[in-house]
């Protein structure tokens, strides 16, 4: 069962321009959202998250948007830089239940 | 100040053997997930546990696979009689409590062992 899905596999952007990686999900009934960052050959790291009460949550160059109607979230780098080339996953969580999408591979070129 | 700690980071193991995962959590942290990444794929959700406890084990498959979190000393996935479609990357992550609260900050992961059976 799919619960977070990320429809794109990859997404190629230059140095200095926004990227911006989506995430769908299923279950109204997650209350807390993820972004992780997974370099090769390392454990995935925690990024950003965004309560289910809140629509937008930033960090520096990092931006979470979140559409509860939509079941719709997004996590917007701005700009870019070669050093944010990663697999990027979005995870749901509710109570002890996390799930994650497939992950997002971004290449950020100089 | 360690992570979290996993190992081996390499493990191949030939059909029918038996496979040991090894995690030690940050320190402070009582509670532990197995997640497992097949290639190509997300991270799927395995087993959570506290010490000496099993809290959820609804992503294990029902045989062969195992876990443990003992009062002394690592968390322990133990596969039997291994099959080609357990290579995998297998990921421990810790968190200092349950997911309510880690859901905000989410929870640290080990750099994962890949499973390789031949």
């Known amino acids: 069962d799919q619960q977070v899905k990320q429809n794109s596999p990859s997404l190629s952007v230059q140095e200095g321009r926004i990227s911006i990686l989506n995430c769908d999900y299923t279950?109204?009934?997650?209350?807390?959202f993820l972004w992780y960052k997974k370099y090769p050959a390392e454990g995935p790291t925690f990024l950003i998250s965004?309560?289910?009460?809140?629509d937008k949550n930033e960090d520096g160059r990092f931006t979470v948007f979140l559409n509860k109607s939509a079941k719709h979230l997004s996590l917007h780098i701005v700009p870019s830089q070669p050093g944010d080339s990663a697999v990027y996953f979005c995870?749901?969580?509710?109570?002890?239940?996390?799930?994650f999408g497939a992950g997002t591979r971004l290449t950020v070129k100089p | 100040n360690a992570g979290v700690m996993q190992n081996p980071r390499h493990l191949v193991r030939r059909r029918g053997q038996e496979a040991r995962l090894r995690c030690s959590p940050m320190?402070?942290?009582?509670?532990v997930y197995w997640y497992r990444q097949l290639p190509e794929e997300g991270l799927k959700f395995m087993v959570y546990?506290?010490?000496?406890?099993?809290?959820?084990e609804s992503g294990m498959p029902k045989e062969r696979f195992s876990a443990e979190f003992p009062k002394e000393g690592p968390s322990i996935l133990r596969i039997q009689q291994v099959v080609r479609g357990d290579s995998a990357a297998y990921f421990c992550?810790?968190?200092?409590?349950?997911?309510?609260?880690?859901?905000?900050?989410?929870?640290?992961f080990g750099s994962g062992t890949r499973l390789t059976v031949v």
């Open positions: 995870a749901a969580s509710r109570n002890d239940d996390m799930r």
């Open positions: 965004i309560s289910s009460i809140k």
């Open positions: 992550a810790s968190s200092p409590q349950g997911l309510q609260g880690a859901g905000s900050y989410g929870y640290t």
């Open positions: 546990l506290q010490k000496e406890n099993i809290i959820d």
């Open positions: 320190k402070g942290h009582s509670h």
């Open positions: 279950n109204s009934m997650f209350d807390y």
